[in-house]
Structure formats: structure tokens, C-alpha cells
């Protein structure tokens, strides 16, 4: 079976500061999504992508940055993270797009002091 | 854009009570329903879905009804254990926006 490993697992920034995460897959999925989630609330699309170099906005794509260089890493950045922010950020990837299982990392935490 | 509401936000259950959680969504566009569970510490994780050509779907212990003309799902758990607990979440895809687009998730605590 494949895996969805994010790096790093915890991130605490300063205000302003910008700040990168990274997702990698095994599985060959085509589908890579970036969404975030907070505490009571569900998961918001901040981007995704249905092949390499392909970057599509989600709801939320307001203050980030994403990147698929490959078709098995896609990398998201926070512009210029907001004082006291917190939020899990979730990766995922898919086969195909929309009518297929997601696959989901294990989140990197972010904390902004 | 597509609206997903989910109820109720949490339930706490004894060991082996049924519960039912809702899910509404507001655009008919919307035509594939999967749900994700997340225990507390592990990842998401698919645990049913159904298309909306259907109206009913059953695996193990958990039953999912899909009604077009209200726009509504109701997924319903049976036998419930204490490994159950957990934040369950509906979701529809969008064919019109492409997206796939969550509820706020139902927090599930199974009492033993």
C-alpha cells in the first residue's frame, strides 16, 4: 500500500513569516489536494492539482502559495502567517479527480506566536 | 458555492446504541457523497460513500440513505463500540466546481 508522509509535523512560525510544508505520496495518484482544517470546523480546499504543474484555487486560497513540481510531491506556503493563527493543514491525494477515495497525510500542525 | 451542514456536532452514546448522524447539502449539482472518519490521533480515513443515482447503501455496521429531492443523507451506525468514537465527516463533489466540499464533522464519543 502507499502512504502520504508530511513534513514537518509541526510548525511554529512568527507573524509575517513564511512558512512551507511538504506532501509526498507513493501512490501514484494524479490528484493532490492541500486543505485545512480548525478546531470545530470542517476541512476548507486551499488548493489542489490534477497533474504535475497544475495548481487549481480552492475556497480558500487566499494567503497561500502552492506548488507540484512532481507528480508526487505537492508543497503549499503560508505568504505571510497571520499573528496567533492556528490550524492543522491536511494533504491528500486522489486517483483521477472528484469521484474517487482521498488519501490523507497526518497533518502538519502550524502555530503562529 | 456548495454548502455541506452536518448534525448534530456531537453525540455521546453507551456501548451499542444506533446513531444517526444528518448531513444537508444545498446544489444539485453535487452527485458523489463519500464520509471520512478521523480517530482521535490517526489520519482520515474513507469509510462509506454513495452516488446519487442511489438511495441506499450498507456495509457492515453502517447504513448510508441519500434522498435527491431533499438534498439530505443520513448515515446510521449500528452496534456501536467504543472504537467508533471518533469526528465523522460528509462531504459532496461538485461537478460543476470540481470540488469536494466538507461538513463541519460530527464528533462521535461511544461510552463502554
Known amino acids: 500500500g502507499g502512504i502520504i508522509t508530511q513534513t514537518p509535523k509541526f510548525l511554529i512560525g512568527q507573524e509575517g513569516q513564511k512558512l512551507t510544508l511538504k506532501c509526498q505520496q507513493n501512490?501514484?495518484?494524479?490528484?493532490m489536494y492541500w486543505y485545512r482544517q480548525d478546531s470545530g470546523k470542517g476541512l476548507r480546499l486551499i488548493y489542489y492539482?490534477?497533474?504535475?504543474?497544475?495548481?487549481q484555487k480552492g475556497d480558500l486560497s487566499e494567503g497561500y502559495d502552492a506548488s507540484r513540481e512532481k507528480k508526487s510531491s505537492f508543497s503549499l506556503t503560508v505568504t505571510s502567517a497571520q499573528k496567533n493563527e492556528m490550524a492543522v493543514f491536511l494533504c491528500?491525494?486522489?486517483?483521477?479527480?472528484?469521484?474517487?477515495?482521498?488519501?490523507f497525510g497526518a497533518g502538519t500542525r502550524l502555530s503562529v506566536l | 458555492g456548495e454548502q455541506v451542514e452536518q448534525l448534530p456536532s456531537s453525540l455521546i452514546v453507551q456501548e451499542g446504541a444506533s446513531v444517526l448522524i444528518n448531513c444537508s447539502y444545498t446544489?444539485?449539482?453535487?452527485?458523489?457523497f463519500p464520509w471520512y472518519k478521523q480517530e482521535p490521533g490517526k489520519r482520515l480515513q474513507f469509510i462509506i460513500d454513495?452516488?446519487?443515482?442511489?438511495e441506499r447503501k450498507q456495509t457492515q455496521r453502517l447504513t448510508l440513505l441519500f434522498d435527491k429531492k431533499t438534498k439530505h443523507l443520513s448515515l446510521h451506525i449500528t452496534a456501536t463500540q467504543p472504537g467508533d468514537s471518533a469526528i465523522y465527516f460528509c462531504?459532496?463533489?461538485?461537478?460543476?466546481?470540481?470540488?469536494?466540499?466538507f461538513g463541519d464533522g460530527t464528533v462521535l464519543t461511544v461510552k463502554p
Open positions: 454513495i452516488r446519487s443515482n442511489m
Open positions: 492539482s490534477i497533474t504535475e504543474n497544475d495548481l
Open positions: 462531504s459532496g463533489y461538485n461537478t460543476n466546481t470540481g470540488k469536494l466540499t
Open positions: 446544489d444539485s449539482a453535487s452527485v458523489y
Open positions: 491528500a491525494s486522489s486517483t483521477g479527480r472528484g469521484q474517487n477515495t482521498l488519501y
Open positions: 501512490f501514484n495518484h494524479d490528484t
